[in-house]
């Protein structure tokens, strides 16, 4: 019933641009933060970004601040991330993460993900 959806990875050179999107589906999208997670082979899952319910506060990881942006549009039940300047250290595949903060254990739910090679 709860679905998220991923989608708009692939191969990019670097310094190229990707804009990942999840589109959700069986739940409130609307009162729901959401997060960019990204998990490369061998290493641990990682925060990239976060969104407030209603957009109106965002964080990132250091190390892709200034160069990815989250923003989400509630009527369409869809958070994206634009990727810009991209580097090789940024090859993994990523997932978006719904979470309702005030009932975080039965309401926090993810997508299958979507993998973003960079490379010449």
């Known amino acids: 019933q709860v679905q998220l959806v991923e989608s708009g990875g692939g191969l990019v050179q670097p310094g190229g641009s990707l804009r990942l999107s999840c589109t959700a589906s069986g739940f409130t999208f609307s009162i729901y933060a959401m997060k960019w997670y990204r998990q490369a082979p061998g290493k641990e899952r990682e925060l990239v970004a976060a969104?407030?319910?209603?957009?109106?506060?965002?964080t990132y990881a250091d190390s892709v601040k200034g160069r990815f942006t989250i923003s989400r549009d509630n009527a369409r039940n869809t958070v994206y991330l634009q990727m810009n300047v991209l580097k090789p250290e940024d090859t993994a595949v990523y997932f978006c993460?719904?979470?309702?903060?005030?009932?975080?254990?039965?309401?926090?739910?993810w997508g299958q993900g979507t993998q973003v090679i960079v490379s010449s």
């Open positions: 993460n719904a979470i309702f903060e005030a009932l975080p254990m039965t309401n926090n739910y």
């Open positions: 969104i407030t319910s209603a957009g109106g506060s965002t």
